[in-house]
């Protein structure tokens, strides 16, 4: 079966998942952006992986829309639409909500292509609740072979949107266990369970944007006693902003602030904390969530994230309101509770194989669809 993934950029993230589906067919996965800038994204040929970027032209969007969307919106370039959907038997795309993509669904109807939608979105990220794009996503979504869902909170709102129960897989969202499974552990080997509540570590990583809500954590970080620090991974307009409030709250000599990150930069910070923190207002998943779970970490996510749900009644997880006093709350629990990493790698909950068999399930459903 030849299967083609059409997405915005390269995501780091994703690659165990499509090393994966390369082993299992003809897998070739189509780039609209050769990079995206605020999260230091790249295209790089990968070895494990059929991959390239395709023609085209980057859309301007008003104001006010253009907010309200996380990823640049493009056009595929005359013809170039054609190309992808003549060289595939299914076409899985991620991102819905591009012009690109959009287009591809509804010129795959036309010729026949059957078409999956992996959505993330839950109904608290969901930006759209009427209107054209509204109509558009019920339109793409009820027509869709199939919609693969990464946890009970995107299957809700799958379901909201109108598709029929058995249409859609529900999965998990995977990771490199190599890397945030077996690497951690070796970096600590040998040290024991850490320091004590007045002395935890905390960590945060990801952009330093008005919905990551970092500095709602630093309130709730400076409110704690003893003398905990709080490791900040990552980089955005944000983040002199920031740096000051660490200054005014009186914890810039425990908070440390990294600047931008790459996979093995991230891997060393989150081998000597202990809890991660997802303090989101609005989170699509929350994948920063799910590494720190992989690498043995405690975490503290905000029940505004997609991966809020899967995290329910799980043992080293606590999820809470984004504002300070929740967070407070959710950072003491972690503290109290701490006894050490995790020495056992949660593989299923984050496995690229898990997620590779639904992918192509869902993709056979589309088929026969």
């Known amino acids: 079966m030849r299967v083609a993934w059409l997405t915005d950029a390269q995501a780091p993230y994703r690659e165990p998942l499509f090393c994966e589906l390369a082993s299992r067919c003809d897998f070739h996965v189509h780039f609209l952006f050769a990079e995206e800038p605020e999260r230091h994204f790249v295209y790089r040929a990968h070895s ?8 085209s032209v980057r859309i301007p969007l008003p104001r006010r829309i253009a907010s309200r969307l996380d990823s640049y919106q493009a056009a595929l370039r005359p013809g170039w639409t054609r190309r992808v959907l003549d060289a595939a038997d299914v076409v899985v795309i991620p991102t819905w ?14 010729r026949g292509v059957p078409y999956v939608i992996f959505s993330e979105s839950t109904l ?44 859609i897989v529900e999965s998990v969202n995977s990771v490199d266990l190599e890397a945030f499974g077996t690497r951690p552990r070796e970096l600590r080997a040998g040290r024991g369970a850490g320091p004590g509540a007045a002395h935890h570590r905390f960590v945060v990583v990801g952009q330093l944007i008005a919905r990551k809500n970092v500095g709602t954590l630093l309130e709730a970080f400076a409110a704690l006693d003893g003398a905990p620090t709080l490791d900040v991974a990552g980089d955005g307009v944000l983040r002199d902003e920031l740096e000051a409030a660490a ?4 914890v810039a000599d425990r908070v440390t602030f990294h600047g931008f990150l790459d996979e093995a930069g991230v891997v060393e910070v989150l081998a000597r904390t202990q809890t991660l923190v997802l303090p989101s207002t ?40 984004p504002d300070v006093e929740g967070v407070r709350q959710g950072l003491e629990a972690a503290r109290t ?18 997620a590779a ?6 993709a056979l459903r589309a088929r026969e669809h």
């Not at 995790?342 to 690229?352: D, K, L, N």
């Open 48 to 55: 494990g992986y059929s991959s390239a970027v395709l023609p």
């Open 97 to 110: 909500a591009q012009v690109a993509s959009a287009w591809t669904m509804l010129r795959a109807r036309r």
């Open 124 to 167: 608290d990220s969901r930006q759209f609740d009427r209107g054209p794009i509204a109509w558009l996503r019920t339109r793409l979504f009820t027509r869709a072979g199939a919609v693969v869902v990464p946890g009970p909170s995107a299957r809700e709102a799958a379901l909201h949107t109108g598709v029929a129960p058995d249409r």
């Open 247 to 250: 200054r005014a709250l009186g």
């Open 282 to 321: 609005e989170e699509v998943y929350g994948f920063t969530a799910l590494e720190a779970q992989v690498a043995g970490l405690q975490v503290v996510v905000s029940a505004r994230a997609g991966i809020a749900e899967n995290l329910a009644d799980t043992a080293g997880a606590w999820v809470v309101e």
């Open 337 to 354: 509770a701490w006894t050490g990493w995790t020495e056992e790698i949660p593989a299923e909950a984050a496995s690229p194989k898990r």
């Open 357 to 362: 068999d639904d992918v192509l399930a869902g």
